[in-house]
């Protein structure tokens, strides 16, 4: 199995303070990966995939990058509506979710 | 639009077994696989199996084998997950995925296996 590893666990930042969210897969996902933003209460919802392809849809400040094992999701004015959890998921070889990054804005 | 309408919450003994549904509309439902996703509080979410809509098959993690069932009417587009010999570890929102059809998640079914 595919384990992706997040980090950090929880990010505060301010409005307008770049946010950078790291993912990294126990081996090589090519560029399989897309990034999902779940807010209390809801289902989680794509914002990325393919490692850097917005979703229809997503805000521009959302960009993705990386792959084979290192991947990044980076928010670069960030709202107070993208506090939320954010996760990586890789669909290379059945499909698997890192644990999840709280991103807290102050 | 697409849209993804499951059944709703269970509280379940354990050794018992839970069914839920998941109605799909918006689109044709035999073209596109339908995953089955679980989230137990805190967690990530974890891929539990999928079937191939049109022609039945299913396919299990092996954490599941043996008391997991994907099934499917296609009259009424409507997909099942039957989870048995149910325990406490259980616990948790479980979505049905339509990842093929542009990533439409059903809103959630809280099952709770309590004593």
């Known amino acids: 199995e595919v384990v992706m590893m997040q980090s950090p666990a929880t990010l505060s930042v301010s409005p307008g303070e770049r946010a950078t969210l790291s993912c990294r897969a126990s081996?090589?996902?090519?560029?399989?990966v897309a990034w999902l933003q779940q807010k209390p209460g809801q289902a989680p919802k794509v914002l990325i995939h393919?490692?850097?392809t917005r979703a229809t849809g997503i805000p521009a400040r959302f960009s993705g990058s990386g792959s084979g094992t290192e991947f990044t999701l980076t928010i670069s004015s960030p709202q107070s509506e993208d506090s939320a959890v954010y996760f990586c998921q890789q669909y290379n070889n059945w499909r698997t979710f890192g644990q999840g990054t709280k991103l807290e804005i102050k | 639009q697409v849209q993804l309408v499951q059944s709703g919450a269970e509280v379940k003994k354990p050794g018992a077994s839970v069914k839920v549904s998941c109605k799909a509309s918006g689109y044709t439902f035999t073209s596109y696989g339908m995953h089955w996703v679980r989230q137990a509080p805190g967690q990530g979410p974890e891929l539990m199996a999928w079937?191939?809509?049109?022609?039945?098959?299913?396919t299990y993690s092996q954490k599941f084998q043996g008391r997991l069932t994907l099934t499917r009417d296609t009259s009424a587009t409507i997909a099942y997950m039957e989870l048995s010999s149910l325990r406490s570890e259980d616990t948790a929102v479980y979505y049905c995925?339509?990842?093929?059809?542009?990533?439409?998640w059903g809103q959630g079914t809280l099952v709770t296996v309590s004593s």
């Open positions: 995925v339509c990842f093929d059809c542009g990533d439409y």
């Open positions: 393919g490692a850097s």
């Open positions: 081996q090589s996902v090519s560029n399989n």
């Open positions: 079937i191939n809509t049109g022609s039945g098959d299913a």
